[in-house]
């Protein structure tokens, strides 16, 4: 079962490691840390009333992913208990990027981080970038959290790129 709460303006999802997340050792496998974050970011939207895919809308609005991350420090093993806490980093124009921490007994075991781009989605046509509407903009202001981490992950991957 899943729970949710908030603490120090993020959101917080605990949670069970489940079988299938993990390999032949027991271990987590590190594409399961992605859906952690995801399904703590569907979470959190659930819990402000609103919904990553919404077809209300005209044109329909989705998130697609834009870049994502983690950094593994520890491992997670099967049914270990563990929470998920997510925050909003940074909001651009029409951009979310979030920094998620996965924690077991208050140790940190990874750092992940992800952007999204607010899109209109309509039929039969690419997804078209568009400005955040202002009533999603206010609801996730709560979780803003001011971290140097976003600002050194950002030119940790511009130093990263100019080396390829």
């Known amino acids: 079962m899943t729970e949710v709460a908030r603490t120090n303006n993020r959101f917080v999802m605990s949670r069970r490691v489940e079988f299938a997340d993990t390999d032949m050792a027991g271990i987590v496998h ?3 840390y992605f859906r952690y974050m995801e399904t703590a970011e569907h979470e959190m939207f659930r819990s402000l009333g609103l919904s990553l895919i919404d077809t209300e ?6 998130w697609p992913r834009v870049s994502c991350g983690f950094d ?28 998620a921490d996965i924690v077991r ?7 992940g ?14 997804l078209r970038p568009i400005p955040i509407p202002q009533e999603i903009r206010m609801k996730l202001e ?5 971290t140097p981490r976003a600002k050194s992950n950002q030119s940790n991957r511009t ?3 100019r080396s390829v």
């Open 30 to 32: 590190f594409t399961a």
């Open 57 to 62: 809308t005209d044109p329909s609005l989705g």
């Open 72 to 99: 593994f420090l520890r491992s997670l093993r099967y049914r270990d208990s563990f929470e998920v806490y997510i925050g909003v980093a940074q909001m651009s124009r029409s951009s979310i990027t979030y920094e």
């Open 105 to 111: 007994d208050g140790q940190t075991l990874a750092r």
């Open 113 to 126: 981080h992800s952007t999204s781009a607010c899109c209109a989605m309509s039929s039969g046509q690419d």
């Open 142 to 146: 709560q979780y803003l959290v001011a």
């Open 159 to 161: 130093k990263e790129d």
